[in-house]
């Protein structure tokens, strides 16, 4: 007799109730550019970070690349931080003024593979994300 083991998938509770593995980065983003950033796992938190030099260095993060053009998004003066526990395998960071703006993502991944995870975009019914 063969045992059903689903998955684990996004609603897998025990992989947030343990401690995330670190995923660490700093990058630097022109003005207009794009940046994604993909987790290999579901993020259990999250951290967003504005090292810009001065105050008109202003960065934008959203979920989905659409969120970007359609402003579901949120905004990241110099020197100011965003952290939420949030699931979400991917962000996408864009310079919306200065040149040159520094950034760093703190994130704690699950064991919770990324491919497992529903994909949340509006056209899935998920409003606000893009």
């Known amino acids: 007799m063969s045992l059903y083991n689903p998955p684990m998938h996004e609603n897998f509770v025990p992989g947030y109730q343990v401690s995330?593995?670190?995923?660490?980065?700093a990058s630097q983003i022109s003005l207009g550019e794009t940046q994604?950033?993909?987790?290999?796992?579901?993020?259990?938190?999250?951290?967003?970070?504005?090292?810009?030099?001065?105050?008109a260095?202003?960065?934008v993060v959203s979920f989905t690349?659409?969120?970007l053009t359609t402003g579901n998004y949120f905004t990241l003066e110099?020197?100011?931080?965003?952290?939420?526990e949030i699931r979400c395998t991917s962000l996408f960071v864009s310079c919306s003024n200065g040149s040159n703006v520094d950034y760093e993502i703190v994130a704690g991944l699950t064991?919770?593979?990324?491919?497992?995870?529903?994909l949340i975009t509006g056209s899935n019914g998920y409003e606000g994300v893009g």
């Open 65 to 67: 690349e659409n969120g």
């Open 111 to 118: 064991s919770i593979p990324a491919r497992n995870m529903l």
């Open 78 to 84: 110099q020197g100011e931080s965003f952290r939420d």
């Open 20 to 25: 995330a593995v670190p995923y660490v980065t």
């Open 57 to 59: 260095d202003v960065i």
């Open 36 to 55: 994604t950033h993909t987790f290999s796992f579901v993020t259990r938190f999250f951290n967003v970070k504005n090292r810009g030099a001065t105050a």
